[in-house]
């Protein structure tokens, strides 16, 4: 704050004299002033930005009581105090949002890292049970389910760690290779079967290939899929199709259930944001998000179509 008292006095200082430049530069200094008490504010412990822009209207108060102890203020004198204190609130408050927003960006990155080890062993553990038991053994199934439980824990933290390097400009990390789409749509469906029960239907060209991060674009199907199981009607079959027209490829995954309003589906894609309905379900929202910045990495669209009656449709159109 003395810092900030002695660009304010410099400031209110007769301007007359001074040029455009030497105005301009003593406003940049109240800019970086402020900016700095912001970053600081923002790593002290349960400290707020309420509190932080009443730091400054109680400064307000206690200059104009200062200060007119000797004598009124000019107008020009009120608005330069007014005006330096206000760039200066936005100014510290803009900072303290980013400077938290960095904290918790760099905790996030760092627990979601440290978490794929104990992960990882849990695994490796599992898969080793999963060997003494032979077919039929009652046994098994848990097992399985546990790797299986496992493998979707492993994937939220990909998610987190891929929504972190989006955040800060980084791409995704696409290997791309030749790869039969109807084959890895049946891997997927038979693997969603495994934790949904018989809910699909598949309508697929067995020939359709692509070249194509086969592990991200797996990604993206299985999100949409397993979202329309969750969200669907639960007495109705969830199609997935595959086609392909001279242009491209195309993917649907269809299912029957309410609508989503025209207004939630613009949102559908941001991250951390969340249908009503969808709170009711775990998920952190951070899959359409992905899956849309994979399928565009591809040159391609992901788009939905969603009314009464009709169900709710997501269509992937990748390059053919």
């Known amino acids: 704050m003395p810092l900030y008292l002695n660009h304010l006095a410099d400031a209110i200082s007769d301007q007359s004299d001074k040029t455009s430049a030497q105005i301009q530069t003593t406003k940049l200094k109240s800019t970086h002033v402020g900016k700095q008490h912001g970053h600081e504010r923002a790593g002290y412990a349960d400290y707020t930005v309420s509190q932080l822009i009443l730091e400054y209207h109680i400064l307000r108060q206690v200059i104009f009581q200062v200060l007119e ?27 303290f949002s980013d400077t938290l927003r960095d904290i918790q960006e760099m905790f996030m990155v760092t627990l979601t890292h440290d978490l794929r080890g104990p992960v990882n062993i849990v695994k490796m553990g599992t898969q080793l049970i999963l060997r003494r038991f032979e077919r039929g053994d009652a046994h098994l199934d848990i097992t399985v389910r546990m790797i299986s439980a496992i493998d979707r824990m492993d994937a939220m933290i990909q998610n987190l760690l891929d929504a972190s390097r989006l955040r800060a400009g980084q791409g995704l990390n696409l290997e791309f290779e030749e790869c039969n789409l109807h084959q890895l749509i049946k891997d997927i469906v038979e693997d969603l079967n495994f934790t949904y029960g018989d809910r699909f239907v598949v309508v697929s060209n067995s020939s359709i290939t692509s070249r194509c991060s086969r592990k991200q674009i797996r990604r993206v199907i299985e999100n949409l899929a397993s979202n329309a199981v969750k969200y669907g009607d639960p007495d109705t079959p969830v199609t997935v199709k595959l086609c392909e027209t001279d242009d491209h490829i195309c993917l649907t995954i269809h299912n029957q259930g ?36 994979i399928v565009e990495a591809h040159q391609g669209t992901i788009e939905i179509e969603s009314a009464a009656g009709k169900g709710t449709t997501f269509v992937v159109k990748l390059p053919a």
């Open 69 to 95: 102890e000797e004598a009124p203020l000019e107008i020009r004198e009120r608005d330069i105090i007014i005006d330096s204190i206000e760039q200066a609130v936005n100014d510290a408050a803009t900072q």
């Open 258 to 293: 309410p609508p989503i309003p025209p207004d939630t589906q613009s949102i559908l894609f941001q991250q951390f944001r969340r249908t009503p309905s969808a709170e009711e379900k775990t998920g952190w929202g951070l899959g359409l998000f992905l899956a849309k910045n």
